[in-house]
């Protein structure tokens, strides 16, 4: 199975800070990579898709970019409803496997 | 809208079963694959079952792998996922996702508001 490390596990930041995950997979993904965010009581959000891809709706200050192991999602102006937990994941080869989560705080 | 209602959670002892459903509404689904990700309260997101948009391929993660059986029926635009010899490491919240497209292996588009599984004795 394909595994995938986040780093930072968690980072501190301010409103309107730009703050950078980044996701590193075990065998290439080629572009096959997701984002998600995580927020208490509610369901996942997809983010991002194909590396780089905006899902319909997501603010523009979200973006991710890299293709083979290594991955990086961006938020730029950091906003108050941004506090949260985010989480790769590869769509390459089943089973799609997640990384273990960056907080946001 | 798309629309995607979990049914069936509950609590249940080691070594019982347990039947997820999911009602989908919203949007064509025999078009798109349709998964299960759960997740256990205050840690990580595990995916656990995909079924590609035509039921013809399925997939699971090693650790329900022989345990869990995923079905769909496109006439009655429903997922299931049939859960046996269930332990602790089971509890969680599960989630009905929509593929992001007809393949299997594509990223969770949508998600349900979870049912949770609590396996205790």
């Known amino acids: 199975d394909i595994q995938m490390t986040q780093s930072p596990s968690s980072v501190s930041a301010y409103v309107g800070d730009r703050v950078t995950i980044t996701c590193r997979a075990t065998q290439g993904v080629a572009q096959w990579l997701a984002w998600y965010q995580l927020k208490p009581g509610k369901a996942p959000q997809l983010l991002i898709y194909s590396a780089s891809n905006l899902q319909p709706g997501v603010p523009s200050r979200f973006s991710g970019s890299g293709s083979g192991t290594d991955f990086t999602l961006t938020i730029n102006n950091l906003q108050p409803e941004d506090f949260a937990v985010y989480f790769c994941q590869q769509a390459h080869t089943v089973p799609l496997t997640f990384g273990g989560g960056t907080k946001v705080e | 809208e798309v629309q995607l209602v979990e049914s069936g959670g509950g609590a249940v002892q080691p070594g019982g079963s347990l039947r997820l459903s999911c009602a989908a509404s919203?949007?064509?689904?025999?078009?798109?694959?349709m998964h299960w990700v759960r997740q256990v309260p205050g840690r990580g997101l595990e995916w656990v079952s995909g079924?590609?948009?035509?039921?013809?391929?399925?997939g699971y993660a090693d650790s329900v792998k022989g345990r869990f059986i995923i079905s769909r029926d496109n006439t009655k635009t429903s997922l299931t996922l049939e859960m046996n010899s269930l332990t602790t490491a089971d509890t969680a919240i599960y989630y009905c996702?929509?593929?992001?497209?007809?393949?299997?292996?594509?990223?969770?588009?949508?998600w349900g508001q979870g049912a949770l599984v609590i396996v205790s004795s």
């Open positions: 996702t929509k593929g992001k497209t007809q393949l299997l292996d594509s990223p969770n588009e949508y």
């Open positions: 079924v590609k948009w035509n039921g013809e391929k399925v």
């Open positions: 919203g949007f064509i689904f025999e078009d798109f694959a």
